[in-house]
């Protein structure tokens, strides 16, 4: 098995920044595609950005200019730098990654136990 397991989160000041860390662990042969996702209250979980293994990056819409993702392939652990936060990404953020755990073998989606983010005054 695999393990995610994120860190960073908390209370923020509109306007403010913090820095998820996301590092996975366990038995992992490759990691494709990392990610980060958040649900607000009442709200579906969403995208914010995704990291392929060679670097190709998306960004979903609220986060673009303010958030940027990276990772580091050598720790397996993905990163979100998040910027000028408003009150609205208030959520609990998700990271997300697609393991493969054995060579030739199958690719699955695992996901972190979620870090809450606060933006408030």
């Known amino acids: 098995q695999a393990q995610l397991v994120e860190s960073g989160g908390g209370l923020v000041q509109p306007g403010g920044s913090l820095r998820l860390s996301c590092a996975a662990s366990?038995?992992?042969?490759?990691?494709?595609?990392m990610g980060w996702y958040r649900q607000a209250p009442g709200k579906q979980r969403e995208l914010v950005a995704t990291?392929?293994?060679?670097?190709?990056?998306n960004y979903a819409d609220p986060a673009k200019g303010r958030f940027t993702i990276s990772r580091d392939n050598a720790k397996n652990t993905v990163y979100l730098q998040m910027n000028s936060l408003k009150p609205e990404d208030t959520a609990v953020y998700y990271c997300?990654?697609?393991?493969?755990?054995?060579?030739?073998?199958?690719?699955?989606?695992?996901w972190g136990q979620g870090t809450q983010v606060t933006v408030s005054s």
């Open positions: 997300n990654a697609e393991i493969v755990r054995n060579p030739g073998g199958y690719e699955y989606d695992y």
């Open positions: 366990g038995r992992i042969f490759r990691i494709n595609a």
């Open positions: 990291i392929t293994s060679g670097g190709s990056i």
